[in-house]
């Protein structure tokens, strides 16, 4: 079982009814006792095992290499972390294999300083304030602020339970339901969807086997004589937290999605426009999977995430290269079904993403403002699941038998225009000049510590 007191309260549940978020990215001030302030916030923060959905704000916080550094760990300790975590984002090599551009990014170059990440959650905007304000005279003169994102979840329509981003579409759906944790929940999901603890948190059974992804350990001279970490596993209880500021071009995507689909006589086609942007995403607008629903005959909420392409082989329903497919290709990524589904559960990640920016009054006309979403996302192993993603499916534009073809929405960000089959019989339909509309504007790789950790790192008096 996962010990829940022990883990963050953000990876096992996603503040649904905490709609204001404040992502405050932090440096340590020279010569400034952090140890001393983690020691303080460490009751603050909001552990899974603790956490009361009728609370009106939460707090987490995590740490990038460069804060275990600054805390003082020693070099064979910082060592054990995964190579990843240690050159972090921008690492060119890195950079290169995901399709980013670090040198046009407005945080999180490779000379960063940013060595902690708060996250503060709250009810109403009301709430998020005080606590914003609260948490910044308590952190006064120990760390400074590189950057401030806030960010605010909308209803996809009055009275729905669902949020949307920017470009309109109902997000968050497709999540990994975490074996052993509320089980009561994980009929309403689709095939494979029950996925180990172990590959999201350190030091549970994960997908290959129940075998224990390597987690980092203190090694000497770092101590621990009071004893707080069992058998010196840092990781253990801790996951690895993905960040990554995705501005969305809104009125240039509903532009280019309107150039595709207008009437010869050049005047819009407002059905076409939803069908094609559908194709492209993998839903409609409301969350309907195109793959049990190519016609969008209805919304059936129960349906929402409990489907698989098996039914949709030649993605006559839900192409290939729509971008649900290609985050969670489900049971159909191999030609064997079970071989699939057993793939696929090693390469998932729990997203706990946010948009930033106030959403566009009109879709189609660009009123200059900045808006996007706050990609975030838990695994146990970055490169396996988040990297391996990004690059093998995300990005690749050979994904499913295609060619030169990456994600319609992510994949290459490149100004070059691409191609965007959707298969049909008799003939396939082939649309070119498409363009993602989502700029990566900054990101980092952080690690969600446990409360054990947490107390060992304020131990040692950094």
Same mark, same amino acid.
């Given at each position: 079982m996962?010990?829940?007191?022990?883990?963050?309260?953000?990876?096992?549940?996603?503040?649904?009814?905490?709609?204001?978020?404040?992502?405050?990215?932090?440096?340590?001030?020279?010569g400034?006792?952090?140890?001393?302030?983690?020691?303080?916030i460490r009751?603050?923060?909001?552990?899974a095992?603790?956490?009361?959905?009728e609370r009106?704000?939460?707090?987490?916080?995590?740490?990038s290499?460069?804060?275990?550094?600054?805390?003082?760990?020693?070099?064979?300790?910082?060592?054990t972390?995964?190579?990843?975590?240690i050159?972090?984002?921008? $690492? #060119? !090599?890195?950079?290169?294999?995901? +399709? %980013?551009?670090?040198?046009?990014w407005?945080?999180?170059?490779?000379?960063?300083?940013?060595?902690?990440?708060?996250i503060l959650?709250?009810?109403d905007?009301?709430?998020?304030?005080?606590?914003?304000?609260?948490?910044?005279r308590?952190?006064?003169?120990?760390?400074?602020?590189?950057?401030?994102?806030e960010?605010q979840?909308f209803?996809f329509?009055?009275?729905?339970?669902?949020?949307?981003?920017h470009?309109?579409?109902?997000?968050g759906?497709?999540?990994?339901?975490?074996k052993?944790y509320?089980?009561?929940?994980?009929?309403?999901?689709?095939p494979?969807?029950?996925?180990s603890?172990g590959?999201?948190?350190?030091?549970?059974?994960n997908?290959y086997?129940?075998?224990?992804?390597?987690?980092p350990?203190?090694?000497?001279?770092?101590s $621990? #004589? !009071?004893g707080?970490l069992?058998g +010196? %596993?840092?990781?253990?209880?801790?996951?690895?937290?993905?960040?990554?500021?995705?501005e969305?071009?809104?009125a240039?995507f509903?532009?280019?999605i309107?150039s595709?689909?207008?009437?010869?006589?050049?005047?819009?086609?407002a059905?076409?426009e939803?069908a094609f942007a559908a194709?492209?995403?993998?839903?409609?607008?409301?969350?309907?999977?195109?793959?049990?629903?190519p016609?969008?005959d209805?919304?059936?909420?129960?349906r929402?995430?409990?489907?698989?392409?098996?039914?949709?082989?030649?993605?006559?329903g839900?192409?290939?290269?729509?971008h649900?497919?290609?985050?969670?290709?489900?049971?159909?990524?191999l030609a064997?079904?079970?071989?699939?589904?057993?793939?696929?559960k090693r390469?998932?990640?729990?997203?706990?993403?946010?948009p930033y920016?106030?959403?566009i009054?009109?879709r189609?006309? %660009?009123?200059?403002?900045?808006r996007?979403?706050?990609?975030?996302?838990?695994n146990?192993?970055?490169e396996?699941?988040?990297?391996?993603?990004?690059?093998?499916?995300?990005?690749?534009?050979?994904f499913?038998?295609?060619?030169?073809?990456?994600?319609?929405m992510?994949?290459?960000?490149t100004?070059?225009a691409?191609?965007?089959?959707?298969p049909?019989c008799?003939?396939?339909?082939?649309?070119?000049?498409?363009?993602?509309?989502?700029t990566?504007?900054?990101?980092?790789?952080?690690f969600?510590?446990?409360?054990?950790?947490?107390?060992?790192?304020?131990?040692?008096g950094?």
């Open positions: 996962i010990d829940a007191q022990e883990v963050q309260g953000m990876v096992l549940s996603g503040y649904a009814r905490q709609p204001f978020a404040t992502y405050l990215f932090l440096t340590a001030c020279d400034a006792n952090v140890a001393g302030w983690i020691a303080g009751d603050r923060i909001t552990w095992g603790k956490f009361d959905r009106p704000t939460s707090i987490n916080i995590a740490l290499y460069k804060g275990f550094e600054r805390l003082g760990l020693g070099a064979e300790t910082l060592s972390f995964p190579l990843e975590f050159g972090d984002m921008s $690492d #060119p !090599a890195r950079a290169q294999m995901l +399709g %980013d551009d670090p040198d046009t407005l945080w999180g170059k490779p000379d960063h300083r940013i060595h902690i990440l708060l959650f709250a009810r905007a009301n709430a998020s304030a005080q606590l914003l304000a609260a948490e910044r308590l952190f006064q003169g120990v760390l400074n602020e590189v950057l401030v994102i960010s979840t209803p329509k009055a009275g729905s339970k669902f949020n949307h981003e470009f309109g579409f109902v997000d759906l497709s999540q990994p339901d975490i052993d509320r089980p009561e929940k994980h009929g309403a999901n689709g494979g969807n029950d996925i603890a590959e999201f948190i350190l030091g549970y059974p997908e086997f129940g075998q224990i992804t390597a987690s350990h203190l090694r000497a001279p770092d $621990d #004589p !009071a707080i069992p +010196g %596993d840092m990781g253990r209880n801790g996951s690895y937290f993905v960040v990554r500021q995705m969305q071009d809104v240039g509903w532009g280019m309107r595709q689909c207008a009437h010869p006589d050049g005047s819009p086609d059905a076409a939803e194709k492209i995403i993998g839903r409609w607008r409301d969350g309907t999977p195109v793959a049990i629903s016609d969008h209805g919304e059936d909420p129960a929402l995430n409990n489907f698989g392409f098996a039914t949709d082989p030649n993605g006559n839900c192409p290939f290269g729509a649900i497919r290609r985050a969670n290709p489900r049971e159909t990524l064997d079904k079970k071989d699939s589904i057993t793939t696929t390469h998932r990640m729990v997203r706990r993403g946010r920016g106030q959403p009054a009109d189609f006309s %660009d009123d200059g403002q900045s996007g979403i706050v990609f975030a996302a838990l146990a192993n970055i396996r699941q988040f990297e391996f993603i990004q690059q093998a499916w995300i990005s690749s534009p050979s499913a038998g295609l060619y030169d073809q990456a994600d319609p992510l994949g290459g960000r100004q070059v691409g191609t965007f089959t959707i049909k008799p003939v396939r339909e082939s649309r070119t000049g498409i363009l993602p509309h989502v990566v504007k900054g990101g980092a790789y952080f969600l510590p446990s409360y054990a950790a947490l107390r060992y790192l304020s131990s040692r950094a």
